[in-house]
């Protein structure tokens, strides 16, 4: 697939729903395909969307069927999925998605649909966490 394709496809999935809608239907195999930012960077869609808290997007995304990933669950406030996924292995409490962003960013970008995640997530390590830019 042709990179330069791939790239602005994640580049308009952190925010911008119709150009990510359009792209798609260009070419369907972008759904689950991922950038290599370099340094092991790796991005998909769901992956942009998720760490800028676009529920909007990640939503599209997951219903044109991306798979489902911690980070995204960690936006999208299921927390019985990030709870279980945390049981099964809980050295993922220091994982690192896109661009090195950790569960708590996710969870944080997910404003208010994400709180309980958040408080679960500070509950097992707490963390000091900015304010999430894209939130007033």
Not at 4 to 11: G, P
Not at 114 to 123: D, F, G, I, R
């Amino acid at each position: 697939m042709n990179r330069v394709l791939v790239q602005d496809f994640v580049i308009f999935a952190h925010s911008d729903l119709e150009m990510t809608k359009k792209l798609l239907a260009k070419e369907p195999a972008l759904l689950n395909a991922a950038v290599d930012w370099g340094g092991g960077d790796w991005e998909t869609a769901l992956g942009a969307a998720a760490h800028m808290g676009n529920r909007d997007i990640a939503l599209f995304l997951l219903a044109g069927g991306a798979r489902m990933d911690l980070f995204a669950s960690a936006m999208l406030g299921q927390l019985e999925i990030v709870k279980a996924m945390l049981t099964l292995q809980p050295k993922l409490i220091d994982a690192k998605g896109p661009h090195g962003f950790s569960l708590h960013w996710h969870a944080n970008a997910g404003g208010t649909e994400a709180e309980k995640v958040l408080e679960y997530l500070q509950s097992v390590k707490k963390v000091e966490l900015p304010k999430f830019p894209m939130k007033k």
